[in-house]
């Protein structure tokens, strides 16, 4: 069930109602069964998958618990962590690396006997997985009781907001909301709309439409060059964003309808000056799960500058292996690895330039961190996109190359009505961009309805009005895609 769906509308409808009409003590159980039609509505069957992962956490956070030999915690940790990465790596890896050891055997002609491995690729097991894992060893590290109420238990990992793509909340944030009774608050059910509504004019407006030009150009990547390649780029930087931001706030404001709080996951990021600003304000819940589960389990920045660096690139490695079973993936990784890295490294020496040429803590110093960030962001998505390394390796060599210059209005004319949108579209895609890129800019780093809600109730109107326009006048509803994230 797609949160950009007529149908998710009628059931989220029909969930909050029933939500506030029951009592306290019976809301668990509503959650849980709309949760499980929620997620059973894609493929009844994978079900039984997301209920053993539940299972098998329920039992080892408890009896890790009350084991009161270390030993003893660590084995049964051990276990639970085999099993959840697993099954992870069954159903999502296991047909990469069978293709990978094929390609390596055709080379040392070697005869390997499994061609393909064909397995259906259960929707969000990567942030369900993530989600549980976490509680689990948020007990073995008695951060956290383990939860006794095994329905309860059960929510936390299949709460439908943020169930498929996150944000991965942590169980000391969402584990006591279910136990706190929420009373209808008519602010709060408006508040919660609004956010549903910001989430949904950047997935329906920008995030689908460009969508069909990013396609346009990158399935046929090495059909192209110069500035088709160009702008194919630049609108799938906006397109992933307002895909995956746009469902973290239609997740955080069905849960906020409900009474629940979730995280903010994204902080208008595209506004960052350094790679490890950028990360610390995109997909936050999944960035902070690898810092405190990966990079600080690795020794983090306790044994020096050497192993700091290792342990930084190891993790954006992983981080990109988690993305999807691609070899682009991997590569994305491992470039932002190497631009933190390299950020890190010579960050006392661009300092001390700074300040020698007077330039340090001004605003044109930030503007240059801001472009240059930009660029390197929009450069790693490249590898993201493309189809295969071999496709992304062509569109970075030939993205500059070809170009015939602004002046040539013919040449401009070809490649904007070759991206697969007429001039209506594009125009709806520009001018909504430039209303979604001017409201986080004077929103600075907070979410933009957080700052919205503080003004008066004139800008309110007027905001939410021109969204509104937007929405109804150029949301692609009929054709409208699956959110990209719904495939990790």
Not at 41 to 67: E, K
């Amino acid at each position: 069930m797609l949160f950009n769906s007529f149908s998710f509308l009628v059931f989220f409808i029909i969930v909050s109602v029933l939500y506030f009409i029951l009592p306290h003590k019976v809301r668990w159980i509503l959650l849980l069964t709309a949760s499980c039609i929620f997620y059973m509505a894609w493929n009844p069957a994978l079900i039984v998958l997301i209920g053993f992962t539940i299972i098998v956490n329920y039992i080892a956070a408890i009896r890790i618990y009350n084991s009161r030999r270390k030993q003893r915690k660590r084995k049964i940790l051990t276990v639970c962590l085999l099993i959840n990465f697993g099954l992870l790596f069954v159903f999502k890896y296991l047909g990469f690396m069978n293709s990978t050891v094929l390609v390596i055997a055709d080379k040392l002609n070697l005869n390997w006997p499994v061609k393909a491995i064909n397995i259906i690729l259960p929707m969000g097991i990567s942030f369900y997985t993530f989600q549980a894992t976490g509680y689990t060893i948020d007990v073995y590290r008695n951060k956290i009781k383990p939860e006794k109420h095994f329905g309860i238990y059960a929510l936390f990992v299949m709460f439908f907001p943020q169930l498929v793509a996150g944000p991965i909340e942590r169980s000391e944030n969402l584990l006591p909301q279910f136990y706190e009774k929420h009373r209808f608050d008519f602010k709060r059910i408006i508040s919660g709309i609004r956010i549903m509504f910001w989430g949904f004019f950047k997935k329906i407006v920008i995030a689908d439409r460009a969508a069909v030009a990013v396609n346009t150009i990158y399935n046929s990547a090495s059909s192209y060059k110069g500035l088709y390649l160009f702008i194919a780029t630049l609108l799938f930087t906006f397109q992933i964003y307002c895909d995956f931001s746009g469902y973290s706030d239609i997740a955080n404001g069905s849960a906020r309808v409900l009474g629940f709080d979730l995280m903010d996951n994204f902080l208008n990021p595209y506004f960052s000056t350094s790679i490890k600003e950028f990360w610390r304000r995109w997909h936050i819940s999944l960035s902070t799960w690898f810092m405190d589960y990966v990079y600080i389990p690795l020794g983090g920045n306790r044994e020096g500058n050497a192993k700091k660096y290792r342990n930084l690139f190891v993790t954006f490695l992983v981080s990109g292996l988690w993305h999807g079973a691609n070899w682009t993936y991997v590569i994305w990784g491992g470039l932002h690895g190497i631009f933190q890295v390299f950020g890190q490294m010579t960050l006392n020496i661009r300092n001390k330039i700074k300040k020698k040429i007077g330039l340090y803590g001004t605003k044109l110093a930030s503007f240059c961190g801001f472009v240059i960030t930009f660029g390197l962001v929009c450069f790693g998505w490249i590898f993201f996109r493309a189809n295969t390394a071999s496709d992304a390796v062509y569109v970075a060599s030939n993205i500059l190359y070809g170009f015939r210059g602004w002046y040539d209005k013919q040449y401009i004319y070809e490649v904007i009505t070759s991206l697969g949108l007429n001039l209506y579209e594009l125009a709806v895609v520009s001018a909504a961009l430039v209303f979604m890129t001017l409201s986080e800019l004077f929103s600075g780093k907070r979410p933009v309805y957080d700052v919205v809600e503080e003004k008066n109730a004139v800008f309110r109107i007027i905001f939410y009005l021109i969204t509104a326009v937007f929405i109804l006048s150029a949301g692609v509803f009929y054709e409208s895609g699956a959110f990209i994230y719904f495939q990790f």
